[in-house]
């Protein structure tokens, strides 16, 4: 990419999008192009059509997705899958009619098998079922990679894929049920300790392992691979690296400054044991994630105190 090339970020909006147009405005490129859902419905193919005719983008990063929560995903199924696979296909079929360079398409570690050996190897994708209730939005963003996959045998379209681990960051969604487990911990903990709460009380055991990388880290390694990697399989992106979510509420609590008492419900459910995914390809490529747990904490804290959107 040079730094006059126009580079399409779809879902510019989003935590991941705006990570990485932040990413590029860094590096100094001039020509980012980007629409919100009202100036652009990606689910219309004629609208997606003009305008890529019209702007003729070098570069895409295709960051946009319809995403929710457990609930979100279970209730709204049709509208998941629907929407993610009309967004990705008219996207990714106009980057090849009009002559696209490269393509960026920005999966989900839900892809892989419900039960998948940890860590989890981009080679466990299709080997196993699902996690039954986002079952509808791993299945488009399998066959986002797929689309990539089959324009590139078909057409030699520079199309590739990469798929992140549990993210965190400033964009991120602070709603208590709809929210993630960082976004979930850092509201609870500022709630208790703004009331003078003597406990925070989290459901589960405390033992599950999980995998957590700061958004800006993952835009560092989208712009990483646009540059250089060109090949057909798709990459993992991640840390390589797993805290409990007992260490994490501690952490978290840490971070905020709550004095009291860390409470487990074992009543409640831990949900998968561990989830871990192996990051060994994009590593040696020569890319690594730069931010510490501890220092993205106190950067997603600082957001989240920030917003103005906050429910």
């Given at each position: ?223 990483f691979l646009m540059k250089n990697y ?82």
């Amino acid at each position: 990419m040079q730094l006059q090339d126009k580079i399409y970020v779809a879902g510019h909006n989003g935590m991941v999008g705006s990570a990485i147009v932040r990413r590029l405005k860094a590096d100094g490129f001039q020509q980012i192009i980007v629409r919100s859902s009202k100036e652009l419905d990606l689910r219309n193919q004629v609208a997606v059509n003009a305008f890529f005719e019209k702007e003729k983008p070098a570069y895409v990063f295709l960051a946009a997705a319809k995403v929710g929560g457990i609930i979100a995903n279970n209730t709204y199924r049709a509208d998941f899958l629907y929407d993610n696979l009309m967004m990705e296909t008219n996207v990714i079929h106009a980057s090849y009619q009009q002559g696209v360079k490269k393509l960026l398409f920005l999966g989900s570690s839900c892809i892989y098998p419900k039960l998948a050996p940890q860590p989890i190897k981009e080679e466990h994708l299709l080997t196993g079922l699902l996690e039954p209730t986002n079952e509808p939005y791993a299945i488009a963003k399998i066959a986002g990679i797929k689309l990539c996959e089959a324009f590139r045998d078909q057409y030699g379209c520079n199309f590739i894929a990469a798929m992140p681990t549990n993210l965190y960051g400033k964009g991120d969604n602070y709603h208590l049920q709809n929210s993630h487990v960082i976004p979930a911990l850092l509201r609870k903990f500022d709630e208790a300790k703004t009331s003078r709460k003597n406990t925070v009380e989290i459901w589960g055991t405390g033992t599950p392992l999980r995998e957590f990388m700061f958004v800006d880290d993952l835009a560092d390694g989208c712009v990483f691979l646009m540059k250089n990697y060109n090949d057909r399989q798709f990459v993992n992106i991640g840390t390589g690296q797993e805290l409990s979510i007992h260490d994490l509420a501690k952490l978290v609590k840490e971070v905020v400054g709550f004095t009291g008492d860390i409470v487990f419900d074992t009543t409640k459910p831990d949900g998968t044991p561990r989830k871990l995914m192996d990051s060994s390809l994009i590593h040696k490529l020569g890319w690594h994630h730069q931010t510490l747990l501890q220092d993205g904490l106190k950067l997603a804290y600082q957001y989240f105190k920030e917003s103005a959107n906050r429910l």
